[in-house]
């Protein structure tokens, strides 16, 4: 399950792609016991309603053995709860929000919680760009939400101000207001937890009144469409995970997407899928069995290291900051 449509799809749909590539690879190696594995791609869209409507057709109709996804936290809060019920394995590649920790004895995510990241934000905007008093421009969704949340506890701990806090709807396109308000505000920093749709209509209209302030985003700002439309429209940073390079990988990506790049996410959710198939392959589908293994599991995947603790969450997280320049995400040294 993953957006490909509608916000976060050139997320989603290079997430695929790389699925598409760890089956053959898992098939053209003898599959799953002897038996070849089966993807099924659904639209989470981004959005709660359409990846619980996605999810119950996997889970009732189809009746996987464990579910890839979602990318956004939305998509896997929806529907998270009724496959723990049914106890499917659901491993998430990208879904960050720290709300999700504890959601069950069958979820994973081999991507980290934002309880790192907006940690990692907030200490950053502080120690390294000096910033005392932040702005924060949010979505009220599972994400949004939990980046605030975090960012904004740790920088009023280490002694900043946040001097506004405005949340609204995912699919927003309208900030003028939250903009005025907070350009008469006059923050060092605009501390923005916006998904890609919406942060290209913050940006423009950001350019529109010609505000100056750095914006500092978070890992959804990796969206190669997004780069692509901010670029030259402000001051604009952002955090990412910190992923190893492969080239064999990306390679990979490239010529099946036939795209530029390879964004956020897409080796997680290839390690997602060559982990279930090595796990599957020793344990069955027994979700008891699997989620055991996992838990337990040491796994050196393109994405990184991956393993578990009790709650399913990574044990460790690594950020980099980048700056949007010339159409390209650049690591700021």
Same mark, same amino acid.
């Given at each position: 399950?993953?957006?490909?449509?509608?916000?976060?799809?050139?997320?989603?749909?290079?997430?695929?792609?790389? =699925?598409?590539?760890?089956?053959?690879?898992?098939?053209?190696?003898?599959?799953?016991?002897?038996?070849?594995? *089966?993807?099924?791609?659904?639209?989470?869209?981004?959005?709660?309603?359409?990846?619980?409507?996605?999810?119950?057709?996997?889970?009732?109709?189809?009746? =996987?053995?464990?579910?890839?996804?979602?990318?956004?936290?939305?998509?896997?809060?929806?529907?998270?709860?009724?496959?723990? *019920?049914?106890?499917?394995?659901?491993?998430?590649?990208?879904?960050?929000?720290?709300?999700?920790?504890?959601?069950?004895?069958?979820?994973?995510?081999?991507?980290?919680? %934002?309880?790192? *990241?907006?940690?990692?934000?907030?200490?950053?905007?502080?120690? $390294?760009?000096?910033?005392?008093?932040?702005? =924060?421009?949010?979505?009220?969704?599972?994400?949004?939400? #939990?980046?605030?949340?975090?960012?904004?506890?740790?920088?009023?701990?280490?002694?900043?101000?946040?001097?506004?806090?405005?949340?609204?709807? *995912? %699919?927003?396109?309208?900030?003028?207001?939250?903009? $005025?308000?907070?350009?008469?505000?006059?923050?060092?920093?605009?501390?923005?937890?916006?998904?890609? %749709? #919406?942060?290209?209509?913050?940006?423009?209209?950001?350019?529109?009144?010609?505000?100056?302030?750095?914006?500092?985003?978070?890992?959804?700002? +990796? %969206?190669?469409?997004?780069?692509?439309?901010?670029?030259?429209?402000?001051?604009?940073?952002?955090?990412?995970?910190?992923?190893?390079?492969?080239?064999?990988?990306?390679?990979?990506?490239?010529?099946?997407?036939?795209?530029? +790049?390879?964004?956020?996410?897409?080796?997680?959710?290839?390690?997602?899928?060559?982990?279930?198939?090595?796990?599957? $392959?020793?344990?069955?589908?027994?979700?008891?069995?699997?989620?055991?293994?996992?838990?337990?599991?040491?796994?050196?995947?393109?994405?990184?290291?991956?393993?578990?603790?009790?709650?399913?969450?990574? $044990?460790?997280?690594?950020? =980099?900051?980048?700056?949007?320049?010339?159409?390209?995400?650049?690591?700021?040294?």
């Amino acid at each position: 399950i993953g957006p490909l449509t509608g916000d976060a799809s050139s997320l989603g749909t290079v997430a695929q792609a790389a =699925v598409q590539i760890a089956a053959e690879e898992v098939n053209a190696a003898g599959g799953v016991n002897g038996r070849p594995l *089966q993807v099924i791609y659904e639209d989470g869209k981004c959005n709660p309603v359409a990846a619980t409507s996605a999810a119950n057709k996997l889970l009732n109709l189809d009746k =996987v053995a464990a579910i890839n996804g979602g990318l956004c936290s939305s998509e896997t809060a929806a529907f998270g709860p009724t496959a723990m *019920q049914n106890k499917t394995i659901v491993i998430s590649y990208c879904s960050s929000a720290p709300t999700l920790t504890g959601l069950g004895t069958y979820f994973f995510r081999s991507y980290p919680s %934002d309880a790192y *990241q907006g940690k990692f934000a907030a200490e950053y905007a502080f120690n $390294t760009l000096k910033a005392k008093k932040v702005a =924060v421009v949010y979505h009220v969704t599972d994400w949004g939400n #939990g980046l605030r949340n975090k960012f904004a506890a740790r920088f009023k701990e280490l002694g900043g101000e946040i001097v506004a806090e405005e949340g609204s709807p *995912q %699919d927003n396109k309208d900030y003028r207001t939250s903009l $005025t308000k907070v350009k008469g505000l006059k923050p060092d920093l605009v501390y923005a937890p916006l998904y890609p %749709d #919406g942060g290209i209509a913050f940006m423009k209209q950001f350019a529109e009144l010609g505000m100056k302030t750095k914006v500092y985003a978070g890992d959804a700002w +990796a %969206d190669p469409k997004l780069i692509a439309e901010v670029s030259g429209k402000g001051d604009v940073i952002f955090s990412e995970v910190v992923m190893p390079k492969s080239d064999e990988f990306n390679a990979k990506v490239l010529a099946k997407t036939g795209g530029k +790049a390879v964004p956020i996410c897409a080796a997680q959710s290839y390690d997602n899928i060559k982990l279930l198939a090595q796990v599957m $392959t020793k344990f069955g589908t027994d979700p008891d069995k699997v989620a055991e293994a996992l838990h337990g599991v040491q796994y050196k995947g393109v994405s990184g290291d991956v393993s578990f603790d009790q709650n399913g969450d990574l $044990t460790v997280a690594q950020y =980099v900051v980048k700056k949007i320049e010339g159409g390209k995400g650049i690591e700021v040294k």
